[in-house]
T-cell receptor
């Protein structure tokens, strides 16, 4: 089992749609969780950290379920500029970050 | 300002060349990282420096040699690389080595080994 698993992509959605990405992690000792986005041929950029109580930043909502070892990212009212690969990232003891394989999102007009 | 800079942006080198990649951050971060990323794959950790000391080496071949001259700078020295080493090399920094801190990435150096 991979340490961090994400929904396979690509997700092709129309502008204005709501899209949800899911991620599971295997190390129950993990303490910190993040979503990064990566545009084609660019570096990963931090989108948001994920807190136990869930958190929201504009159109983006992240949830964490520690019991199920599950993280989600919801994007509402998708924009063309949201097209990117979304990486689920989890820390493991020892201070390393483990990246999921990424989910590609394509928002169409 | 969450900026990490990397030079050069692009590098083409032969298998017998020696070159260096450079990374700089001025956020006062005490942990710095080198990652390698191939197309359509997530970044793979190579090295971690914490307080200017090498703390993690992910069994990287010795043809890659990291160096941390001071708390703001990180270098990656390259020697006798193979074509399969062609990739995007990303530098990142975080406040501390503990995983609870977000990592901020530089724009990367796109390396081609001929």
């Amino acid at each position: 089992r991979k340490e961090v698993e994400q929904d396979p992509g690509p997700f092709n959605v129309p502008e204005g749609a709501t899209v949800a990405f899911n991620c599971t992690y295997s190390n129950s000792a993990s303490q910190s969780f993040f979503w990064y986005r990566q545009d084609c041929r660019k570096e990963p950029k931090l989108l948001m950290s994920v807190y136990s109580s869930g958190n929201e930043d504009g159109r983006f909502t992240a949830q964490l379920n520690r019991a199920s070892q599950y993280i989600s990212l919801l994007i509402r009212d998708s924009k063309l500029s949201d097209s990117a690969t979304y990486l689920c990232v989890v820390n493991i003891p020892g201070g390393k970050l483990i990246f999921g394989q990424g989910t590609e999102l394509s928002v169409k007009p | 300002d969450t900026e990490v800079t990397q030079t050069p942006k692009h590098l083409v080198m032969g298998m017998t060349n020696k070159k260096s990649l450079k990374c700089e951050q001025h956020m006062g971060h005490r942990a710095m990282y080198w990652y390698k990323q191939k197309a359509k794959k997530p970044p793979e950790l190579m090295f971690v420096y914490s307080y200017e000391k090498l703390s993690i080496n992910e069994s990287v071949p010795s043809r890659f040699s990291p160096e941390c001259p001071n708390s703001s700078l990180l270098n990656l020295h390259l020697h006798a690389l193979q074509p399969e080493d062609s990739a995007l090399y990303l530098c990142a920094s975080s406040q501390d080595r503990q995983g609870s801190y977000e990592q901020y990435f530089g724009p990367g150096t796109r390396l081609t080994v001929t």
